[in-house]
């Protein structure tokens, strides 16, 4: 029956993320105890009020379909956060709430990219990125970044990567995997470019923004002359832990907004109505629990980095935001323990899977081939089981 599908599904891949988690439930459900630093989700429950507004808005009867772009007070509430936060002046009419940021990701290159047209993307960037330009049609022109950059790019990178037939940069601060955080003077740097090159669009991907280690954090929309070509992408998953709750969202322009809603309208129209209430209270309402689990990624952080140091030959950028790390482990590449043999960051991932039952994904899904991410979104007693199983099974490759 295969012959029988869509040409499409041989556009992309299935996410490694997705992948490596699977695997690692497979494991489990053979009784091996698996520790797993593969998926990128907070450890922590939703905060109490944001619960509360889920409940009163069930009670309230707030059960029936919704706008597609979100609703009024919930598009207004993202508007307030994104003065607050970051001095940006949208207004409603610029926000689409979408199912998840990934969603808002998928709306936006949809209704951006034509056949060939190509996006510029940094590496390394979370795995959906290129699928969806493939998806799209698209073609994806990489900029190689490296630990020895601290994984982010130059002024004359990316003039470098431009082209008659560039359509999009996308990119995310701080960024998953790596953990790379642009500065407002390094985005300004890039922002020089980009005023060269008035018709290239801009998707700034900011679901990390409250898991800041620098302090501030800084948006490309903040300069004024690009703002009108800048999308950007947030939601509630990673800042609030609410990634079962699936609500993203974008500011845009009213042209692009509008035709991400067209989109929507067809695929989803609006997105859970208890979720968009809940939403209102997340974003406007007292921030101290997202502060809090901040505080607590930055002390698992320190102790990941502590761990990792004391294992020989893993090349690593200390993160500045999100919450992984994202190594360079080709020094092991070559090495056995008598049974299997490191080829390549791929092998090592699986080696630690099964034989130190520690779960991670490959880099190149991540589009950086010899690195492996790690999450630091687990207990601190796991990241410490996790690093010790994992530096006696690096032990015993020679």
Known sequence: MSNRLSSLLQRFNEPETLKMAKLGRELRAQGVDVIDLSLGEPDFDTPQHIKDAAIKAINDNWSHYTPVPGFLDLREAVCTKLKRDNNLDYKPENIVASTGAKQSLANTILALVDNGEEVIIPTPYWVTYSELVKIAGGKVVEIKTDVASKFKITPAQLEAAITPNSKVFLFSSPCNPSGAVYSKAELEELAEVFRKYPSIYIISDEIYEYINFNGKHESIAQFEDLKDRVIIVNGLSKGFAMTGWRLGYIAANTEVAKA?????????????????????????????????????????????????????????????????????????????????????????????????????????????????????????PNIEKAWERIKEALSALK
């Open 260 to 380: 991400c809603e067209k989109l929507q309208g067809q695929f989803t129209s609006g997105t859970c109505s208890i979720t968009q209430k809940a939403a209102i209270v997340a974003l406007t309402g007292n921030l101290k629990p997202s502060q809090e689990m901040t505080e607590e990624f930055t002390r698992r952080r320190a102790k990941t980095m502590e761990l990792v140091k004391a294992i020989p030959g893993l090349k690593c950028f200390e993160p500045e935001g999100a919450f992984y790390i994202f190594p360079d482990v080709s020094y092991y590449y070559g090495k056995s323990n008598g049974t299997t043999t490191i080829a390549n960051a791929a092998d090592f991932a699986m080696y630690l899977l099964n034989t130190a039952h520690v779960s991670s994904v490959m880099g190149d899904a991540f589009g950086e081939p010899d690195c492996v991410r790690f999450s630091f979104a687990n207990s601190m």
